[in-house]
Nanobody, 114 residues
Framework: QVRLVESGGGLVQPGGSLNLSCAAS????????MSWYRQAPGKEREWVAD???????TYADSVKGRFTISRDNAKNTVYLQMSSLKPEDTAAYYC????????WGQGTQVTVSS
């Protein structure tokens, strides 16, 4: 079955960096676009970035220039490199894929605080 497992979250100081990973299984990974979303406490889940099967990517304005999405099709993994982190980046981060249905991982918590 489809499985998405995020990792790499943690506590980081403002201005710091963190790299998230999402390991995928159960579907032909290289054929599908992958997305990162985040959800802060008390807020709706919001889109962060997409990477398509042709490696084209798009970003939310709030993270453009600070976050980089990438993928390794040999490892069935999508990454989110985050730099210049701000307290407002604090959230649970999720990866998502849309096949015949929408699938989400369990999330990984990122906390930006001094």
């Amino acid at each position: 079955q489809v499985r998405l497992v995020e990792s790499g979250g943690g506590l980081v100081q403002p201005g710091g960096s963190l790299n998230l990973s999402c390991a995928a299984s159960g579907f032909p990974f290289s054929n599908y676009a992958m997305s990162w979303y985040r959800q802060a406490p008390g807020k709706e889940r919001e889109w962060v970035a997409d990477i398509y099967s042709n490696f084209r990517n798009t970003y939310a304005d709030s993270v453009k220039g600070r976050f980089t999405i990438s993928r390794d099709n040999a490892k069935n993994t999508v990454y989110l490199q985050m730099s210049s982190l701000k307290p407002e980046d604090t959230a649970a981060y999720y990866c998502k894929v849309i096949l015949h249905s929408m699938y989400w991982g369990q999330g990984t918590q990122v906390t930006v605080s001094s």
